[in-house]
């Protein structure tokens, strides 16, 4: 395939991200992992399955970032997740170490890929890849609005038993429970949902969205969400591989929009073969603004204290 997607991370998110890309016939798939014989194994169980789900997708397991070079976009799902007596400068630091030195890696064999960063804390860690690459801004890129509104989608559609086809929503902000829902700009089949739904489910359902992966997480014990993380970032490539210039909820930096300044925050924007092609700034309530303008402050919170750390 003319198409190369590099998948840092063997894990949950990362192998079922690279399924989808491959399955999907979007491009062929290099799965980097530190331990010696995972993303090698998955890689090959993958390839082992291309005959049934019939794709041509050449997908290669490596330890080292050799296999990369000339990737067009670098899936960053590297990282620990928070492990209990952690604090969240432990997992900060200890991420924005493995978060810089994968891109360190990446950009030494593709200098002109597009880098789209799953790793948590999110915000914190697009800031980490942002200064490491010295990419323009465009070009790195976080997946967080596309699966909370995912989530958000789910949700509507459940409680009003219609096809998530029809569905459509926005949430913008941190990743995190300080995100906003915004259900005047959720639709089913073009009608607001603020028309279909009482105030009151609107904001059960809202609430729900800020804590779907706490959710998934309660119900798992051990583990974290990776189906719609993989889905999400695997959308987000897809726009890009394919320039479908889709309009999408990402963490993009912002300088000036929404009135923020020198941050990661998710707001819709345009993707295509260069990146964030665009930032769409949509009207907000003052209610909204102020709601956005907290969630901000919650990422700045993360990147200040990133300051501080020695990673």
Do not use: W
């Amino acid at each position: 395939m003319d198409k190369k997607v590099t998948v840092v991370g063997a894990g949950n998110v990362g192998a079922t991200a690279a399924q989808r890309l491959a399955e999907k016939g979007l491009c062929d798939v290099v799965l980097v992992d530190i331990l010696e014989g995972v993303p090698q194994g998955k890689a090959l169980d993958l390839m082992e399955a291309a005959p049934v789900e019939k794709h041509d997708a050449h997908i290669t397991g490596s330890n080292s970032y050799d296999e990369t070079n000339g990737s067009d976009i670098i899936i960053i799902t590297a990282g620990i997740p928070r492990k209990p007596g952690m604090s969240r400068d432990d997992l900060i630091s200890t991420n924005a170490g493995i978060v810089k030195k994968v891109v360190t890696d990446v950009v030494k064999q593709s200098p002109e890929s597009i880098l789209i960063i799953v790793s948590n804390p999110l915000d914190a860690m697009c800031h980490v890849a942002l200064e490491t690459s010295g990419f323009p801004k465009n070009r790195v890129i976080g997946m967080a609005g596309v699966l909370d509104s995912a989530r958000f989608r789910s949700f509507i559609a459940m409680e009003l038993n219609v096809s998530v086809e029809n569905t459509h929503a926005f949430v913008l902000g941190g990743h995190g429970d300080t995100m906003v829902p915004l259900p005047r700009y959720s639709t089913v089949a073009g009608i607001p949902i603020t028309e279909l739904i009482s105030k009151e489910r609107i904001d059960a359902i809202v609430d729900r969205t800020a804590n779907g992966g706490a959710e998934i997480v309660s119900l798992l014990k051990t583990g974290s969400a990776y189906y719609a993380p993989a889905s999400a970032a695997v959308e987000m490539a897809e726009s890009i591989l394919k320039d479908k210039k889709k309009i999408l909820p990402c963490a993009a930096y912002l300088e000036g929009e929404y009135g923020i300044n020198n941050l990661f925050i998710g707001v819709p924007v345009k993707l295509g073969t260069n990146g964030i092609e665009d930032i769409v700034e949509i009207k907000l309530t003052d209610d909204e603004k102020t709601r956005l303008n907290q969630s901000a402050d919650a990422v700045k919170e993360l990147v200040e204290l990133l300051k501080t750390l020695d990673y």
